[in-house]
C-alpha cells in the first residue's frame, strides 16, 4: 500500500497476537483521516505524521497498546493516568471509540496541525529547596572532613534523600545507627541509594 512504512509492518507482525488487530485498526483509522499521512519509528514505536508534526503514535507492549494524538485536547484523564496516550490502557478494539469518532478525532488533530497549533509545554515544577539538616546529622558530618566536602557536592536531591532516611528513624539507636553508615557512605562519595544505581 502506498505510504505504508515496512518498518510498521514488521513492528505489527512482531507485536503479540492481541495487540496485532488494534495496531491495524489504528493505522487505518489514521490513514482514512489523513490519507497524505507519512508513516515512520520514533522512539522505536510507529508515528504519523502530518507536515512534520506528529499526528499520531502508537506502541504495543506485554500485555496493552497504546495510541496518543498530541493535538488532541480531549480524552479521559483517567485512562491517560493508567497508561500513555490519550486513550489509556488498550487490550481489545472495544477499549478504542468507535471507528468514526476515531477518525474525526484523527481529523480534528491534523486541522490543528494545519492550523498552526503547537503542544504547550507542561511547567515545569520549581526545585525543591535543600533540606534542613537536623543538628545531629550536621555535627557527625562536621567531624569527618571528606564527608563535609561530599555532602556539600551532592545535589539537593541526594542531600535530601540522607536527611529524610535520618528523620524517618522512629528510635534514637536507629537514628545514630543511620547517621554513623550516612557518613561513612558520604565520605566514601556515595549517594544514599548507591547499591541500586547500576540495577
Known sequence: MAGHDPRIDAYIAKAAPFARPILEHLRSAVHEA???VEETLKWSAPYFTHRGK?????????????????MLES????????????????TTLSDLPAKRTLVAQLKQAAKAIDA??????????????????PDDFARALAKTAS??????????GKQREYVEWIAEARQATTRERRIAQAVEW???GKARNWKYQNC
Open 34 to 36: 489523513c490519507p497524505g
Open 54 to 70: 506528529n499526528l499520531a503514535g502508537m506502541a504495543a507492549f506485554k500485555q496493552h497498546a497504546a495510541f496518543v494524538v498530541p
Open 116 to 133: 498552526g497549533a503547537t503542544l504547550a509545554r507542561p511547567k515545569r515544577e520549581a526545585p525543591k529547596p535543600a533540606p534542613a539538616m
Open 147 to 156: 564527608a563535609k566536602m561530599h555532602f556539600a557536592a551532592f545535589t539537593p
Open 186 to 188: 558520604i565520605s566514601e
Open 75 to 90: 480524552g479521559d484523564a483517567e485512562k491517560r493516568d493508567a497508561a500513555m496516550g490519550h486513550y489509556g490502557r488498550i
